[in-house]
């Protein structure tokens, strides 16, 4: 079946630090790939998606580049400020039938000034 | 904010009563999900509605039930309530089947069952 690893948290780093969070899928064909992050108390919001090989997602200083031979989609920041501190949640949604995402657990980011 | 809209915010109710959870998708968008998110599951998909019908179910229990209405907002009837069901229940939007995928999601519902 579909589904996500992500390392597990809680993940703990000063502010200018550089962040990464791994992720790698299993899925039947190609699916999209997604982070997304949620904020205490709130919602979860698209960080940033990549639908094919090789593609590169960025928003706010984030990245992820769909690596299909390691099946993997890792989110990376140069450098972490205060108000990044969420959980991050790596997905993936297959082609064709539903439309439902899967997701990873969720990695918790804690960023000290 | 994402567009979409979940009321009510919280909801504690007792064991073996019945609840409903209302969701608005962002305006135009189509199709309708509902999620649930607990500490020992993490974030599971319940079922999908798009343009008022049925289209994909998940680990939805019985006692579960969903419908989305004619103006596109959607309801979750969740019954005869136990302690296992107290969760986060998201509700996320997109605007079509095809596309890039992404979904929007609602700020939820939080269910305390005592």
């Known amino acids: 079946g579909n589904s996500v690893t992500q390392m597990e948290g809680p993940v703990t780093l000063s502010e200018e630090a550089f962040l990464t969070i791994n992720c790698t899928y299993t899925?039947?064909?190609?699916?999209?790939l997604f982070w997304y992050v949620q904020y205490p108390g709130e919602g979860l919001q698209l960080l940033l998606k990549?639908?094919?090989?090789?593609d590169k997602g960025s928003n706010k200083g984030f990245e992820a580049t769909y690596r299909k031979e390691t099946t993997s989609f890792h989110l990376e920041k140069g450098s972490v400020q205060v108000s990044d501190s969420a959980v991050y949640f790596c997905?993936?949604?297959?082609?064709?039938?539903?439309?439902?995402?899967?997701f990873g657990k969720g990695t918790k980011l804690t960023v000290n000034p | 904010d994402s567009g979409v809209t979940q009321t009510p915010k919280h909801l504690i109710t007792a064991t073996g009563q019945r609840v409903t959870l209302r969701c608005s998708p962002r305006s135009g968008d189509l199709s309708v999900y509902w999620y649930q998110q607990s500490l020992d599951q993490g974030l599971q998909f319940l079922i999908q509605y798009y343009n008022g019908e049925e289209r994909a179910k998940g680990n939805i229990l019985e006692r579960f039930s969903a419908q989305q209405f004619p103006d596109l907002h959607s309801e979750l009837n969740l019954s005869s309530l136990e302690l296992g069901d107290s969760a986060l229940y998201f509700c996320?939007?997109?605007?079509?089947?095809?596309?890039?995928?992404?979904?929007?999601f609602g700020p939820g519902t939080r269910l305390t069952v005592t």
């Open positions: 997905a993936l949604r297959t082609q064709g039938g539903s439309e439902k995402l899967v």
């Open positions: 996320a939007s997109s605007p079509r089947i095809a596309g890039g995928g992404e979904q929007y």
């Open positions: 899925a039947t064909g190609y699916p999209s």
């Open positions: 990549a639908t094919k090989a090789d």
